[in-house]
């Protein structure tokens, strides 16, 4: 069984017998009502009556004399020990194990940027050399016959290539009946 999560701590204090008055008249009204709390604090209880029936039963011990020199004797000696950092203090600063830490982060971190900037060049020259390099695109020829990549090369280059093949194109199949285009306006001097 679980108490309620929020009374875990009062009913260890009420077990203990440490809580104030009207914490435990209120606690004490909640233990009637409520099973789970009730078995918990029970449980509790049980421990610590335990707990101090053992206490009662440990013997006081008082220490000898001896302890007393002996104890009196390692202080006496560990403060006349030479203190760290007595003649360089600066050596002891930097082999703290704090410091250790950082000096060596701090000399990966430089050693991984100086491979950084020198590390060889040749891998960008390939990659650069390996990039296609345009090929160069032919334009329609006079003689060849009409076709839509003829035309889409022609007008790539520019209008008035493709004007210019529009009308080679133009007077191969129309033979004498004299199709007029834009490049044939300007020759003849005809207005739009």
Not at 41 to 46: F, R, T
Request: negative net charge; hydrophobic residues 40%.
């Amino acid at each position: 069984m679980n108490p309620c999560a929020h009374r875990k701590k009062d009913l260890a204090l009420l077990a203990a017998g440490v809580l104030e008055t009207d914490e435990r008249h209120r606690l004490e009204q909640h233990l009637l009502e409520c099973p789970q709390c009730r078995q918990y604090w029970e449980e509790i209880s049980e421990i610590c009556n335990e707990h101090s029936m053992a206490t009662d039963r440990v013997p006081s011990l008082e220490a000898s004399d001896e302890f007393h020199r002996r104890l009196v004797r390692q202080i006496q000696t560990a403060e006349s020990a030479p203190q760290p950092g007595g003649m360089f203090p600066i050596f002891d600063w930097l082999v703290s194990s704090r410091w250790k830490i950082a000096l060596s982060t701090a000399a990966v971190t430089v050693l991984v940027v100086v491979l950084v900037q020198f590390r060889p060049r040749t891998e960008i020259v390939e990659s650069i050399s390996s990039i296609a390099k345009p090929k160069a695109v032919k334009v329609a020829r006079a003689d060849s016959q009409p076709s839509f990549l003829a035309y889409r090369l022609a007008a790539n280059k520019s209008l008035e290539a493709l004007d210019d093949l529009l009308a080679r194109d133009a007077s191969k199949t129309s033979g004498s009946y004299g199709t007029i285009t834009a490049a044939t306006r300007e020759q003849v001097g005809l207005p739009d």
